[in-house]
């Protein structure tokens, strides 16, 4: 074999290295939400940074439980797409992740990374959207920073944000902890995001427009804690979709979950897109949806308030968590099989034939 | 999409699954040569429908799949050469060459990019006039008659830049093939897309030889459709081509396309990975079109290299192996780390058992 190539040979040490060591470089596949991105964050930054609690979650706590506190980057392209822009991405993304934490925002930051080139009315535009989007999230950008480099090394615009909130008063919401009996619900149909971006990205056009569903989601997740307090996990289903988060809430908490694909809301245009370009909606990003996990008698209430504000209308039951194999999400088909539901393994990309 | 609709309403199918699970027929071998169907069938666990004695196997129906090791070396290899842009169907971009995958020739700065289409590629020869722009030409019969026209239009419009590296391949040829080698199979599920192309009487040849072909569409319903009109003419000792997918596919199939083949194209002797040369199953440019051949164009030098150790695609691909049964599969070949083309293609044997793995029924 010729020096320096990496052997293919079974390689048993723990998860978190098998597939680093097929790569000496960094990877697309490493960012898109999936199995790769989680060997990457275990095996590089968590084994070196360690994690604060609850390990896993998209919002660290500190002083002991109040506050939530989470950091964010952007580089969606293009940088406006059907129904948004990355400023309202960015903040929504942000005020997301607080919220599944149960927090509401206190404050968030904002640094950019400018091209020079970026014209300055498209940065005024994506700037307004992240100032329309603060208010309908109830929340105030206070601090940021501004950087920009030279033509070509950075696409336009790149935003990184962090976000502080207050954690509602005897709430406990975390992604581990879910546990067997309980419910799981969906705030409504997935897929929107990353079907309207990439449509656009490939200037690909559909008959009916595909739009995407970014919105903030702290004011809806207020009044479902308000309704049900012992919420506990939430999840937005973000990059790698609905299955990387099953995934990462079910090996969070050590349960099985189990999801009815049936039950599972799409959009007739996203399903019908996704089949077009070989996709999975189960695996295409929303960035304005939550998964819900409560105790089954907590369903109804929960569902009667998520279906009472207006991003929460199509609100439905999914699934449920279970006890069987620890880490695991089990999909029920429509023929009433079973399948396993795995994270995605790389980039999604279309059929050929 | 009403008609579609209604093809998918549980119901039906579950209704259809029993007939299957019911249907009196000797035991039996069935294969589908088909990366569609080999999804399909995964992904809604049709496996578990059928009856006692009847087998699913699946063959060389992943046009990633069977590009041997050195058409894929070779590709990368040219986009290793000055100012060359490569551009390939995305589910190429993770097959493993003997070195490099173009995932990871990409991020070592070779200029690869996705393409949806080949006219994708036509566009941005025009658009990087100082780019050669080289496309992958991978995929049976329903992907060749899309790449043909992106030559024409590059001839057309007196395109300098634009090439096409030619691995296309044709399904019936490998199906008689199939017949030569050890693997026992009674009866074929026949492609959808490529019969919308080629026609279902192209399979009259394997039919001749005693072996039942009938064409399927893709959903569940389409395939055990087919499976039960399978296993009739295997229980009543019949070997003839049928159609369950007629509203897609007609005898002679599709005119037009088969006359932008023959345009473009000539027949050629192939390599399959798994089931070696297989003559009169590959497409290759004609002379006339030799300036739009990657393969004449440019001079690249290919290592001949080993398949890595143990991976077993190939026997996998001739039907000789179910996934399970190779030794890596699952262990230290998964979706995550593959060794091989099957479990790297998103229509690769290996990769449809092991992402659409039975749970246990928890009911």
Same mark, same amino acid.
């Given at each position: 074999m010729p020096a320096g190539q990496v052997a293919n040979l079974p390689y048993h040490g723990p998860e978190g290295q098998r597939t680093m060591m097929r790569n000496e470089r960094v990877l697309?596949? !490493? =960012?898109?939400? =999936?199995q790769m991105m989680a060997d990457l964050i275990a095996g590089v930054f968590v084994s070196r940074l360690g994690t604060a609690?609850?390990?896993?979650?998209d919002a660290a706590r500190l002083a002991a439980g109040r506050l939530a506190f989470t950091t964010d980057a952007f580089v969606v392209?293009?940088? +406006? +797409?059907p129904g948004g822009d990355i400023g309202r991405l960015a903040v929504c993304g942000t005020v997301n992740d607080l919220a599944t934490a149960g927090a509401r925002p206190l404050a968030i930051s904002a640094s950019f990374i400018l091209?020079?080139?970026?014209r300055i009315s498209d940065l005024k535009q994506i700037v307004d959207s992240m100032a329309q989007a603060a208010e309908e999230a109830d929340a105030r950008v206070i601090t940021g920073d501004t950087k920009v480099v030279p033509r070509?090394?950075?696409?336009l615009i790149y935003i990184a944000t962090s976000g502080v909130g207050e954690v509602l008063k005897g709430v406990s919401v975390s992604g581990a902890n879910a546990q067997p009996g309980d419910v799981v619900l969906l705030s409504g149909p997935v897929g929107d995001h990353g079907l309207a971006v990439l449509s656009r990205r490939e200037g690909l056009e559909f008959e009916s427009e595909i739009v995407t569903?970014?919105?903030?989601?702290g004011r809806m997740v207020q009044e479902l804690l308000e309704a049900v307090?012992?919420? !506990?996990a939430m999840r937005d289903?973000?990059? =790698? =979709?609905l299955a990387a988060a099953l995934n990462e809430i079910a090996r969070q908490s050590q349960v099985e979950i189990e999801i009815i694909e049936a039950q599972v809301p799409v959009r007739p245009a996203v399903a019908a897109a996704c089949e077009l370009l070989g996709l999975d909606p189960l695996y295409a990003a929303s960035e304005g949806r939550m998964i819900v996990i409560v105790k089954a008698q907590d369903a109804e209430a929960a569902l009667s308030a998520l279906r009472a504000h207006p991003l929460g209308?199509?609100?439905?039951?999914?699934g449920r968590v279970q006890e069987h194999h620890a880490g695991r999400v089990l999909l029920r088909t429509a023929l009433g099989t079973h399948r396993i539901l795995d994270r995605h393994v790389g980039e999604q990309m279309p059929r050929i034939c | 999409m009403e008609s579609l609709k209604e093809l998918r309403n549980p119901e039906l199918v579950r209704r259809m699954a029993e007939a299957v699970r019911r249907t009196k027929a000797p035991p039996a071998t069935l294969m589908e040569v088909c990366g569609t169907h080999t999804v399909a069938i995964a992904r809604h666990g049709?496996?578990?429908?059928?009856?006692?004695?009847v087998r699913l196997i699946s063959g060389p129906g992943c046009p990633v799949c069977v590009t041997p090791q050195e058409q894929i070396d070779r590709f990368v290899a040219l986009g290793r050469l000055d100012r060359v842009t490569l551009a390939t169907f $995305? @589910?190429?971009?993770r097959v493993p060459g003997s070195e490099r995958s173009l995932e990871q020739a990409r991020a070592e700065g070779v200029d690869v990019r996705v393409s949806y289409s080949p006219m994708e590629a036509v566009a941005a020869a025009a658009r990087l006039p100082e780019r050669e722009v080289v496309f992958? $030409?991978?995929?049976f019969e329903t992907t060749a008659p899309a790449v043909a026209l992106a030559v024409l239009e590059a001839r057309r419009r007196g395109m300098g830049n634009f090439s096409v590296l030619c691995a296309h391949k044709l399904i019936p040829p490998a199906m008689l093939a199939l017949l030569t080698s050890e693997v026992r199979v009674d009866g074929f599920i026949c492609p959808g897309h490529v019969s919308v192309i080629i $026609?279902? @009487?192209?399979?009259r040849l394997v039919a001749e030889r005693g072996k039942p072909c009938v064409v399927a569409g893709f959903e569940p319903a389409d395939i055990l459709r087919a499976i039960q009109l399978l296993l009739r003419q295997i229980a009543e000792g019949r070997s003839e081509v049928e159609s369950a997918y007629a509203r897609a596919v007609r005898?002679? $199939?599709?005119a037009r396309a088969q006359e932008l083949l023959a345009r473009v194209f000539e027949i050629v002797e192939a390599r399959w990975r798994g089931l070696g040369e297989i003559p009169q199953s590959g497409l290759a440019l004609r002379e006339e079109f030799a300036a739009l051949d990657a393969a004449r164009r440019f001079e690249v030098a290919v290592p001949t290299a080993p398949e890595?150790?143990? #991976?077993r695609c190939g026997d996998v691909l001739r039907g000789a192996? @179910?996934?399970?049964?190779?030794?890596?599969?699952?262990?230290? #070949?998964?979706?995550?780390?593959?060794?091989g083309a099957c479990m790297v293609s998103s229509e690769g044997a290996c990769q449809a058992h092991y992402r659409y793995r039975r749970g246990q029924a928890v009911l």
């Open positions: 697309l596949a !490493h =960012g898109d939400g =999936g609690e609850p390990a896993g979650d392209d293009p940088i +406006f +797409f091209e020079e080139g970026l070509g090394k950075a696409d569903d970014c919105a903030p989601l307090r012992r919420v !506990h289903p973000t990059r =790698g =979709g209308r199509e609100a439905a039951q999914i | 049709l496996r578990e429908v059928l009856p006692d004695g $995305g @589910d190429m971009m992958f $030409g991978i995929g $026609g279902s @009487d192209a399979y005898p002679t $199939g599709n890595p150790a143990g #991976c192996m @179910d996934p399970p049964q190779c030794p890596l599969f699952g262990a230290a #070949c998964t979706p995550a780390t593959p060794l």
